[in-house]
Nanobody
Framework: VQLQASGGGLVQTGGSLRLSCAAS????????IAWFRQAPGKEREGVSC????????YYAEFAKGRFTISSDNAANTVYLHMNSLKPEDTGVYYC?????????????????WGQGTQVTVSS
């Protein structure tokens, strides 16, 4: 089982990025896939989650209206579309896989993690 996160980069305030989380070794349909982020000196925090079978989505308050999580089941990939980026969105973004009905904001609920992709938003 592997998760490969990609798509990070350096953008200016107000810019957009699309992060990808490609899964291999398992089928997304039976999992919840979440994005977490961690800024320097801060704890890892949940950004968004999608329960693939029912397509139920969850968002942190700071992500609502700006970020959209989606999936391409045929490609076994989950995306995080991030718009109107702010400097406080800077951090390493990780994707994680866990049980379908996970308490999505709790990092310890997830058994599989990708390696992280750096997002830097300049002011």
């Amino acid at each position: 089982v592997q998760l490969q996160a990609s798509g990070g980069g350096l953008v200016q305030t107000g810019g957009s990025l699309r992060l990808s989380c490609a899964a291999s070794g398992f089928t997304l349909d039976y999992y919840a896939i979440a994005w977490f982020r961690q800024a320097p000196g801060k704890e890892r925090e949940g950004v968004s989650c999608i329960a693939l079978r029912d397509r139920i989505t969850y968002y942190a308050e700071f992500a609502k209206g700006r970020f959209t999580i989606s999936s391409d089941n045929a490609a076994n990939t989950v995306y995080l579309h991030m718009n109107s980026l702010k400097p406080e969105d800077t951090g390493v973004y990780y994707c994680a896989a866990g049980p379908l009905y996970v308490n999505w904001v709790v990092a310890s609920e997830y058994g599989y993690w990708g390696q992280g992709t750096q997002v830097t938003v300049s002011s």
